[in-house]
């Protein structure tokens, strides 16, 4: 049996504070660097895979 998130946003990783979401957390970073690894680190513990959106936000999407 398999339980778990799947096929689902798991997280945002954004520069700008102007994006929301009614679902997903979303951190918030200061430079492309940290979103870089923050997203990473994200994906990674969850198991996820991070998608650039090409806005300032990166998706953390879990397939």
Same mark, same amino acid.
């Given at each position: #049996?398999? @339980? &778990? /998130?799947? $096929? =689902? @946003?798991?997280? !945002? +990783?954004? !520069? =700008?504070?102007? +994006?929301?979401? *009614?679902? *997903?957390? /979303?951190?918030?970073?200061?430079? $492309?660097?940290?979103?870089? $690894? %923050? *997203?990473? !680190?994200? *994906?990674?513990? %969850? #198991? &996820?895979? +991070?998608?650039?959106?090409? =806005? &300032?936000?990166?998706? /953390?999407?879990?397939?």
């Amino acid at each position: #049996m398999d @339980i &778990g /998130i799947k $096929e =689902n @946003i798991i997280a !945002l +990783v954004s !520069l =700008n504070r102007d +994006v929301s979401s *009614a679902s *997903a957390p /979303i951190f918030y970073v200061e430079s $492309e660097e940290k979103q870089e $690894e %923050t *997203a990473l !680190l994200i *994906a990674k513990i %969850t #198991m &996820g895979m +991070v998608h650039d959106l090409r =806005n &300032g936000v990166y998706a /953390i999407v879990r397939h």
